[in-house]
């Protein structure tokens, strides 16, 4: 029965992937030896036979022939009269070899020998999960919902390998269920507790890189590539390519016809807005495609100062600067410039409308403003802050907050 059992654990051993045959019969033969030397001391008279195709084994021991008066010990020795039981042409100073019964040993070796086979393929197991995944790092892999709780999601892959996805690295839109099938990228494998933790992002710039090159053959082989990529996962994200052959428009080619390259991409990251933007080294140039779809009238680089002072007209800071300051904040982290945005007011410019004070007055505070008509910059100033306290439901503090912000404008 015991020997049953044994088998069944080489049955696992061939199961086991990208583990290697010469690795296999390495560490077996180190299981069964250390057994061995534990029970008859350390000794290298036996010799144990490994056959992992049939998944049997035969341990051969190797003894010297001694006089029965000179037998002492019987780990590495055999008394003359029972070497001749064996062949009787035996003589005093030859090695005899005879097959160990496995049945022959004792309950608690076999118990050991088990355990200690049990605790290699573990160790194999974890081995080979922490190998492979530390060389697809940077990787997109697939996988299946099998868990989830609070703080991360649990995936099982094709092999049955347990990864693991924690709630920062999901995009804040992803919704998960038991058995959903998800895709991500590989961004950190480490042995925690002597256990290989897989930590897999859809957050990661590398994840969106990745579904490039699945979308877009042209920067898979190498004729266009990926210079930056800054994103605010689910929301918006840059992307600066370059091509390496004139005939091909690398913005074109990311897009693709009618956008059938992008949407892929953009339904995998749950709408997530991306614009391409084509990569140049004359930084004037990168900045104004960076703030797109903003047109811009002037750029001032300051000098020894990774910050730039950009200007436009009034109908385009706030596509300049975007929805919640994403546009900018990803065009800064983008070109590595700090961007600061001016209004051109001409003084001929009798007024200018409420909405582009958007990056510096909440839309919920505008819309109050409107509500009672005022919805330029001169029709809230031409009003005491008292009328506007009784006209609206805002706060005296909020008021007297945008009057000055108008004012700074004017000023």
């Given at each position: 029965?015991?020997?049953?059992?044994?088998?069944?654990?080489?049955?696992?051993?061939?199961?086991l992937?990208?583990?290697?045959?010469?690795?296999?019969m390495?560490v077996l033969e180190?299981?069964f030896?250390?057994?061995?030397?534990k029970?008859?001391?350390?000794?290298?008279?036996?010799?144990?036979?490994i056959?992992i195709?049939?998944?049997?084994?035969?341990?051969?021991?190797?003894r010297t022939?001694?006089?029965?008066?000179?037998f002492?010990d019987p780990?590495?020795q055999?008394?003359?009269?029972?070497?001749k039981?064996i062949?009787?042409?035996?003589e005093?100073?030859e090695d005899v070899?005879?097959q160990?019964?496995?049945?022959?040993f004792p309950?608690?070796?076999?118990?050991?020998?088990?355990?200690?086979l049990?605790?290699?393929?573990?160790?194999?197991?974890k081995d080979?999960i922490f190998?492979?995944?530390k060389?697809?790092i940077?990787?997109?892999?697939?996988?299946?919902?099998y868990?989830?709780w609070?703080k991360?999601?649990?995936?099982?892959?094709?092999e049955?390998?347990?990864?693991?996805m924690?709630k920062?690295?999901?995009?804040?839109?992803?919704f998960?269920?038991?058995?959903?099938?998800?895709?991500?990228v590989?961004v950190?494998?480490?042995?925690?507790?002597?256990?290989?933790?897989?930590?897999l992002?859809?957050t990661?710039?590398?994840?969106?890189?990745?579904?490039?090159?699945?979308?877009?053959p042209?920067?898979?082989?190498?004729?266009?590539t990926?210079?930056?990529?800054?994103?605010i996962?689910?929301e918006?994200a840059?992307?600066?390519?370059?091509?390496?052959?004139?005939?091909?428009?690398?913005?074109g080619?990311?897009?693709?016809?009618?956008?059938?390259?992008?949407?892929?991409?953009?339904r995998?990251l749950?709408?997530e807005?991306?614009?391409?933007?084509n990569?140049t080294?004359?930084?004037n140039l990168f900045?104004?495609?960076?703030?797109?779809?903003?047109k811009?009238?002037?750029i001032?680089?300051?000098d020894?100062?990774k910050?730039v002072e950009?200007y436009?007209?009034?109908?385009?800071?706030?596509?300049?600067i975007?929805?919640?300051?994403?546009?900018?904040r990803?065009?800064?982290?983008?070109?590595g410039?700090e961007?600061?945005?001016?209004?051109?007011?001409?003084?001929?410019?009798e007024?200018?409308?409420?909405?582009?004070?958007?990056?510096?007055?909440?839309s919920w505070?505008?819309?109050?403003?409107?509500?009672?008509?005022?919805?330029?910059?001169?029709?809230?100033?031409?009003q005491?802050t008292?009328?506007?306290?009784?006209?609206?439901d805002?706060?005296?503090?909020?008021i007297?907050n945008v009057?000055?912000?108008?004012?700074?404008?004017?000023?």
């Open positions: 029965m015991e020997n049953i059992n044994l088998i069944e654990h080489f049955a696992e051993f061939k199961e992937k990208n583990i290697d045959r010469a690795t296999m390495r180190d299981v030896k250390s057994t061995l030397n029970q008859n001391g350390e000794s290298n008279n036996f010799d144990v036979i056959n195709d049939k998944g049997d084994f035969e341990i051969w021991r190797t022939v001694v006089k029965d008066e000179d002492t780990v590495i055999i008394p003359l009269s029972e070497a039981k062949e009787k042409d035996y005093e100073g070899s005879n160990v019964k496995f049945e022959d309950r608690r070796t076999i118990l050991a020998l088990r355990q200690n049990s605790s290699k393929i573990l160790e194999l197991e080979s190998s492979k995944y060389d697809r940077g990787e997109i892999v697939s996988g299946e919902v868990q989830i609070k991360e999601i649990l995936i099982i892959d094709d049955g390998n347990e990864l693991i924690p920062a690295e999901q995009i804040p839109s992803d998960f269920r038991k058995g959903d099938s998800v895709r991500a590989v950190k494998v480490e042995m925690k507790n002597n256990t290989p933790l897989v930590i992002s859809r990661s710039p590398v994840f969106l890189e990745r579904l490039f090159e699945l979308e877009v042209e920067i898979f082989d190498g004729l266009i990926i210079k930056k990529i800054v994103r996962p689910g918006r840059k992307v600066a390519v370059e091509s390496y052959d004139d005939r091909i428009d690398p913005v080619a990311c897009v693709g016809m009618k956008g059938s390259r992008i949407h892929g991409i953009v995998e749950k709408n807005n991306i614009d391409v933007i990569y080294n004359n930084t900045i104004q495609r960076a703030l797109s779809p903003a811009i009238t002037e001032k680089i300051v020894n100062d910050r950009v436009l007209d009034p109908d385009q800071v706030s596509l300049a975007g929805k919640g300051g994403l546009n900018i990803l065009a800064s982290q983008l070109t410039y961007i600061d945005v001016y209004r051109n007011i001409q003084e001929d410019d007024d200018v409308d409420l909405d582009e004070f958007s990056d510096e007055i909440e505070v505008i819309d109050e403003f409107k509500k009672i008509g005022c919805d330029t910059a001169k029709s809230i100033l031409n005491s008292e009328e506007l306290v009784r006209r609206t805002l706060e005296e503090e909020t007297v009057v000055n912000i108008i004012k700074a404008e004017f000023e």
